[in-house]
């Protein structure tokens, strides 16, 4: 159980396009999950906050208009990263907390490499 | 000072040995945690979770938490080569995780 997707798993794109990355639990309905981003031998970077039918909350230093988050039903959340730039080349990862638990329990997808060239 | 303090490594052991992975922390309201386990280019995976001080076991894994002195615990008996990963501690107070920065283990076959 406590399954989370991500699609895609790697994608490559031109400077200047958009890229949309899909975040899914499979098994278990989440009201909120976490988009982060890991650079090279780094750890996780939270990013924002994603909640099912309320804005996400933004980290500080995160631009909400480049990164747009979509937490469209209880299964799934979208990372959008508009007008991308090779500085956006990352690892995204998002996670998902089965129901309304406040405990931290949080289950992560496999990641989505983005390349920009 | 960081919230969480982990050493980054790497660890390197033989197969079979026992490995000790190890977190400080300073933040007193943390009241959950959890161990990841992530392989190189995937997604971290939930490795053991724990809520206040004591110890869990899980197969080859033991987690230990004591509060008292703000320092978590993982032990991997019997390593396998397939434990070679970078092992992220991670605590909260909530939903929001505070992660330390990962320790690299390598098992040698």
């Known amino acids: 159980g406590a399954v989370v997707s991500q699609h895609p798993s790697w994608v490559i794109c031109k400077s200047g396009t958009s890229v949309k990355i899909e975040c899914r639990s499979l098994d278990f309905q989440a009201t909120t999950m976490f988009w982060y981003r890991q650079f090279p031998k780094q750890s996780l970077m939270l990013m924002a906050t994603s909640n099912e039918g309320s804005k996400a909350t933004y980290e500080q230093g995160v631009e909400k208009d480049k990164f747009l988050i979509n937490h469209a039903s209880l299964t799934l959340s979208t990372l959008t990263v508009t007008s991308a730039h090779p500085e956006d080349s990352s690892f995204y990862i998002c996670?998902?907390?089965?129901?309304?638990?406040?405990?931290?329990?949080?289950?992560f997808g496999p990641g989505t490499r983005l390349t920009v060239t | 000072q960081k919230e969480v303090e982990q050493d980054p490594g790497p660890l390197s052991v033989p197969e079979g040995a026992i490995v000790s992975l190890n977190c400080t922390y300073s933040n007193s309201a943390f009241q959950y945690f959890m161990w990841y386990r992530q392989y190189s280019r995937k997604g971290p995976e939930l490795l053991m979770y724990?809520?206040?001080?004591g110890n869990k076991e899980d197969g080859r894994f033991t987690a230990q938490v004591d509060k008292s002195s703000k320092y978590i615990s993982l032990f991997i008996r019997d390593s396998q080569p397939s434990d070679s990963a970078t092992y992220l501690c991670a605590m909260s107070a909530g939903n929001m995780l505070t992660f330390g920065g990962g320790t690299r283990l390598m098992v040698k076959p």
């Open positions: 724990t809520y206040s001080s």
């Open positions: 996670s998902a907390i089965p129901g309304t638990s406040g405990s931290g329990e949080q289950y």
